[in-house]
Nanobody
């Protein structure tokens, strides 16, 4: 059984930082593209950042460019999302997702095969 587990969420003041981690069990992520999505209350789930299987290509939504950085350690079967200069509008549940088509980063949620349960990120003003 494949399970993705997110960690690292929490409450932080505006301007602060958090690092999210996504670890898999039951499957190696080393051949998957992995992305982070987020969903705020009353809003649709949106793509945040993604990284291909090798780590050589990444993609970000415009609102987080220059503030967030996605990376991966295939030896640890883990993908990270470093979030800096957080803003109240970043408040959401953050989900990691794995796409077996590992060579490109797709931004639509239905493309992804595996999902975690999410971790809450709350940014206070």
């Amino acid at each position: 059984q494949v399970q993705l587990v997110e960690s690292g969420g929490g409450l932080v003041q505006a301007g602060g930082s958090l690092r999210l981690s996504c670890t898999a069990s039951g499957r190696t992520l080393s051949t998957d593209a992995v992305s982070w999505f987020r969903q705020a209350p009353g809003k649709e789930r949106e793509f945040v950042a993604g990284i291909i299987y090798s780590g050589s290509d990444t993609k970000y939504t415009d609102s987080v460019k220059g503030r967030f950085a996605i990376s991966r350690d295939n030896g640890k079967n883990t993908v990270y999302l470093q979030m800096n200069n957080l803003k109240p509008e970043d408040t959401a549940i953050y989900y990691c997702a794995a796409d077996r088509l590992g060579t490109i980063v797709r931004t639509r949620a239905p493309a992804y095969d595996y999902w975690g349960q999410g971790t809450q990120v709350t940014v206070s003003s």
